[in-house]
């Protein structure tokens, strides 16, 4: 599994918006790493920005 993959994943089980830092602690990936896919899958439309700073599954 891929580190997008891990994202939207965390993202799904969570349930709820989550920080960069929460996605990371809760993937077991590199805050670093989460950053690079973050950006790559908003602009892919896979996830969204509620509010500043926190990711979203797109709906």
Same mark, same amino acid.
């Given at each position: 599994m891929d580190t997008n993959e891990k994202v939207i994943e965390t993202l799904k089980s969570a349930g709820k918006p989550m =920080? *960069? +830092?929460? $996605?990371a602690e809760a993937s +077991? #990936? /590199? =805050? %670093?790493? #989460? /950053? %690079? *896919? $973050?950006k790559k899958l908003v602009a892919e439309g896979k996830i969204e920005s509620p509010k500043r700073c926190f990711y979203d599954i797109k709906k």
């Open positions: =920080k *960069a +830092g929460e $996605i +077991g #990936v /590199d =805050k %670093k790493e #989460v /950053d %690079k *896919a $973050i």
